[in-house]
T-cell receptor, first 114, second 109 residues
Framework: NAGVTQTPKFQVLKTGQSMTLQCAQD?????MSWYRQDPGMGLRLIHY???????DQGEVPNGYNVSRSTTEDFPLRLLSAAPSQTSVYFC?????????????FGPGTRLTVT | EDQVTQSPEALRLQEGESSSLNCSYT??????LFWYRQDPGKGPEFLFT???AGEEKEKERLKATLTKKESFLHITAPKPEDSATYLC??????????FGTGTRLLVSP
């Protein structure tokens, strides 16, 4: 049981480039989400999904796209990278989309946009 | 505006010196208060969920408590391996989880 996995661990992009951050979970969790973590700020929700085929925007969705074609995978796409997207990105999953179930986080992807 | 504020920002303790971390929240209709531990370069690791005022949960040297406006993470006789950043998050309604900025704890031997 690997839990939540993320690739790559580190990435450097030039402004305007696009890329996909991968996230997968093997716990059959219904709910998956993407956060970014910046110095001096709490984790902020980018997008989330309550099940395959269902996604919605979080607090800071601009510049990011997501899709959820399977229960296991929830990739995050940066359409045209900007320096403001330099951050550490975490994917998380939880058993249920409702209630107070705890979220399990992946190890993170550190992204630098130059 | 929903807010979660953690204090202090950083805390340095000697091994064995007990203390408490504070998390105050202004989330209406709280549906869960979460504590996480985050080690450098890693993702947050779940510690506790508290649902109602008066609730307490314990794990080894950690005990989390909840009132109507704040939560405390008590660390009893800490060890160097307890050094980490401790994050607090409050859930309001469906899907909305608001995180604090964390308390960086350093325990010296």
């Amino acid at each position: 049981n690997a839990g939540v996995t993320q690739t790559p661990k580190f990435q450097v992009l030039k402004t305007g480039q696009s890329m996909t951050l991968q996230c997968a979970q093997d716990m059959n969790h219904e709910y998956m989400s993407w956060y970014r973590q910046d110095p001096g700020m709490g984790l902020r929700l980018i997008h989330y999904s309550v099940g395959a085929g269902i996604t919605d925007q979080g607090e800071v969705p601009n510049g990011y796209n997501v899709s959820r074609s399977t229960t296991e995978d929830f990739p995050l796409r940066l359409l045209s990278a900007a320096p403001s997207q330099t951050s550490v990105y975490f994917c998380a999953s939880s058993y249920s989309a409702t209630g107070g179930y705890e979220q399990y986080f992946g190890p993170g992807t550190r992204l630098t946009v130059t | 505006e929903d807010q979660v504020t953690q204090s202090p920002e950083a805390l340095r303790l000697q091994e064995g010196e007990s203390s408490s971390l504070n998390c105050s929240y202004t989330v209406s209709g709280l549906r869960g208060l979460f504590w996480y531990r985050q080690d450098p370069g890693k993702g947050p690791e779940f510690l506790f969920t508290l649902y109602s005022a008066g609730e307490e949960k314990e794990k080894e040297r950690l005990k989390a408590t909840l009132t109507k406006k704040e939560s405390f993470l008590h660390i009893t006789a800490p060890k160097p391996e307890d050094s980490a950043t401790y994050l607090c998050a409050a859930r309001e309604g469906f899907q909305k989880l608001v995180f604090g900025t964390g308390t960086r704890l350093l325990v010296s031997p």
